[in-house]
């Protein structure tokens, strides 16, 4: 088992999923920006590193019907699988490293809450990207949320890469185009602020 996945089989096997610092009641500004895209509810829809978030029972009481949630760690999707309990079926789940990912499909919406952050080799974010584009057709949406140049340096102990909307776009690259970015502040569950740039972008 690789490092990277050692660690957050450990997060997810010794924590509950509202332990964790990024856990949030209402993910409000994900279905937000989900929303914003305009796709439909049969859209395709992938959560990448979606952890436990609670986006999917989200996603599924929102009448969305095609979800998938990719994690590297298999103890976070079954905490999901047992949240949702018969409606996990209505869900794909796929346990894999974002880096290492070849998408068998193609995606409408590809949604990333807190996980580009980590990868603070280029090899790494240029390997995540490579699935992007093979997941997103033209007119696909890629959005992410990362912390912010003044948010924290690290999450879950590991160190952290922060963007603005312009560097978080010279990371995805030319072949996307930025429709819309914000700002925003996440409140941990024990109180902490984290600075957050939320983008949308779409394929070109
Ligand atoms: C900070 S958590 C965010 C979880 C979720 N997106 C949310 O908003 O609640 C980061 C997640 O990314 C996952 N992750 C980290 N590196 C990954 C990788 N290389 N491939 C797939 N998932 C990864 C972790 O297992 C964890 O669930």
């Not at 209402?26 to 989900?34: F, K, S």
């Not at 869900?91 to 590809?110: G, H, M, N, Q, S």
């Not at 978080?168 to 740039?197: C, M, R, W």
Request: hydrophobic share 40%; aromatic share 10%; proline share 5%.
């Amino acid at each position: 088992m690789s490092d990277r996945k050692a660690h957050w089989e450990n997060v997810y096997s010794t924590r509950k999923p509202d332990e964790v610092g990024w856990y949030q009641a209402y993910p409000e500004i994900p279905l937000h920006l989900i929303a914003s895209t305009g796709v439909g509810k049969s859209a395709a829809i992938i959560d990448v590193g979606g952890g436990a978030s609670n986006l999917v029972d989200a996603l599924l009481e929102n009448g969305y019907s095609d979800v998938t949630v990719l994690d590297l760690s298999a103890a976070a999707l079954e905490a999901s699988r047992a949240r949702l309990d018969q409606s996990s079926n209505k869900v794909k789940w796929l346990v894999e490293d974002i880096t290492c990912f070849i998408p068998a499909r193609r995606y409408d919406v590809w949604h990333d809450r807190a996980v580009f952050h980590f990868l603070t080799e280029a090899a790494d974010r240029q390997r995540y990207m490579k699935a992007a584009r093979a997941a997103l057709p033209p007119g696909g949406h890629l959005i992410m949320a990362a912390f912010a140049l003044d948010g924290p340096p690290q999450c879950s102990g590991l160190d952290v890469a922060r963007y603005s909307p312009e560097s978080l776009q010279q990371e995805v690259g030319e072949g996307f185009a930025l429709a819309e970015s914000f700002g925003g502040l996440h409140i941990t569950p024990s109180q902490g602020k984290q600075a957050y740039t939320f983008c949308r972008f779409i394929r070109k």
